[in-house]
């Protein structure tokens, strides 16, 4: 875990506090002096898998993939799955319940439809389980997490994107047309109102041109020349934060 200093200043003042409290700082002190001090935890994003399907799964698929997590975790090929899953049983012996009452439904037994829903949640109960169980030695083994929940016969949950760019340009359809797109002013966890800033130049930056101000975190410049590299950059005002620097320039040829 990195700490990154993201604060230092006097003393604040309680409309002040109000917004730092919206920041995931893992530490805040103050001196002597009344200096403020703010340490944020950042961390790579934690890998961690899914089962990949849930109870509406259709019966056949349902148990050929159960049984698939069972014999991966049994087999436990890696050596991940140490010390074993503790409901390993348990889990086989609901799978087969559940493909038995599927066996009396066809038979036409009385009571088969309930008895098979019983046990297709009983299984997914410790399927849930089977995915903790994984998850927790991912997170124990981020090194080696991929591995041990595919070997699982898991899936891996899709990461949360962390690095939106700043400014994305986009050629339009539309003749001498280009969408801006810009990362939202946020406060901690909270999107909060800011006036965007735009620019734009025809020689790689040496000059700039000024384009409307919008309070959205997107616009779109018309009257581009078409076919010629357009180069835009950005930068934003919020009362809280004051004014950003302006962003690293980004191009685009408008048709």
């Given at each position: 875990?990195?700490?990154?200093?993201?604060?230092?200043?006097?003393?604040?003042?309680?409309?002040?506090?109000?917004?730092?409290?919206?920041?995931?700082?893992?530490?805040?002190?103050?001196?002597?002096?009344?200096?403020?001090?703010?340490?944020?935890?950042?961390?790579?994003?934690?890998?961690?898998?899914?089962?990949?399907?849930?109870?509406?799964?259709?019966d056949?698929?349902?148990?050929?993939?159960?049984?698939?997590?069972?014999?991966?975790?049994?087999?436990?090929v890696?050596?991940?799955?140490?010390?074993?899953?503790?409901?390993?049983?348990?889990?086989a012996?609901?799978?087969?319940?559940?493909?038995?009452?599927i066996?009396?439904?066809?038979?036409?037994?009385?009571?088969a439809?309930?008895?098979?829903?019983?046990?297709?949640?009983?299984?997914?109960?410790?399927?849930?389980?089977?995915?903790?169980?994984?998850?927790?030695?991912?997170?124990?083994?981020?090194?080696?997490?991929?591995e041990?929940?595919?070997?699982?016969?898991?899936?891996?949950?899709?990461?949360?994107?962390?690095?939106?760019?700043?400014?994305?340009?986009?050629?339009?359809?539309?003749?001498?047309?280009?969408?801006?797109?810009?990362?939202?002013?946020?406060?901690?966890?909270?999107?909060?109102?800011?006036?965007?800033?735009?620019?734009?130049?025809?020689?790689?930056?040496?000059?700039?041109?000024?384009?409307?101000?919008?309070?959205?975190?997107?616009?779109?410049?018309?009257?581009?020349?078409?076919?010629?590299?357009?180069s835009?950059?950005?930068?934003?005002?919020?009362e809280?934060?004051?004014?950003?620097?302006?962003?690293?320039?980004?191009?685009?040829?408008?048709?």
């Open positions: 875990m990195k700490k990154t200093i993201i604060s230092v200043g006097t003393t604040a003042g309680k409309r002040q506090l109000r917004i730092l409290k919206n920041y995931p700082f893992n530490q805040l002190f103050t001196t002597e002096m009344g200096i403020i001090v703010l340490f944020a935890a950042t961390r790579a994003p934690i890998i961690k898998g899914n089962l990949g399907f849930d109870i509406n799964e259709r056949g698929d349902f148990i050929r993939k159960s049984l698939a997590i069972h014999a991966a975790i049994f087999a436990n890696a050596g991940y799955y140490t010390p074993p899953f503790g409901a390993l049983a348990a889990l012996t609901a799978i087969s319940t559940f493909q038995d009452t066996a009396d439904l066809e038979a036409g037994v009385y009571g439809e309930a008895a098979k829903v019983d046990a297709k949640r009983d299984v997914m109960r410790l399927l849930k389980k089977a995915l903790n169980f994984v998850n927790d030695i991912a997170f124990d083994r981020q090194d080696v997490a991929a041990a929940i595919t070997g699982a016969k898991m899936i891996l949950n899709k990461p949360i994107s962390q690095d939106k760019p700043d400014l994305k340009a986009v050629a339009s359809t539309a003749a001498g047309e280009v969408k801006l797109y810009a990362k939202a002013v946020k406060i901690g966890p909270k999107y909060v109102q800011a006036t965007y800033e735009w620019q734009f130049s025809i020689d790689d930056g040496r000059t700039w041109e000024n384009l409307p101000l919008s309070n959205k975190a997107k616009t779109i410049a018309i009257g581009m020349l078409s076919g010629i590299k357009t835009f950059r950005k930068r934003s005002f919020n809280n934060l004051g004014q950003s620097p302006w962003s690293e320039m980004v191009s685009a040829f408008p048709l």
